[in-house]
């Protein structure tokens, strides 16, 4: 059964930073590409980033390239996303997935403050 844990979110202000993780569980981390999604209230959970199993395509939304950093331990079945320089559009809860599979995990919320 996929497991996916996201941590890492809270409350900060304007221009801080925060790193992201989520824990993988009950599949083959290292063989799956892993995306990173974002979802405010009452809208449609969009994209933010993707990498590929050994990190070597990857992939952000346009508005967070430059700010947004993912990586991956596949050695901890872990995935990261290091957000620099937060603004407060960014406040949303943040799911990772794996590739090939439908699971989300409860996912972890960012607010930024002005």
């Known amino acids: 059964q996929v497991q996916l844990v996201e941590s890492g979110g809270g409350l900060v202000h304007s221009g801080e930073s925060l790193r992201l993780a989520c824990v993988a569980a009950g599949f083959t981390f290292s063989e799956h590409a892993m995306r990173w999604y974002r979802q405010a209230p009452g809208k449609e959970r969009t994209f933010v980033a993707r990498?590929?199993?050994?990190?070597?395509?990857?992939d952000y939304l346009d508005s967070v390239k430059g700010r947004f950093t993912i990586s991956r331990d596949n050695a901890k079945n872990t995935l990261y996303l290091q957000m620099n320089n937060l603004k407060p559009e960014v406040t949303c809860v943040y799911y990772c997935?794996?590739?090939?599979?439908?699971?989300w995990g409860q996912g972890t919320q960012v607010t930024v403050s002005s």
């Open positions: 990498m590929s199993r050994y990190g070597e395509i990857i």
């Open positions: 997935k794996a590739d090939g599979y439908p699971s």
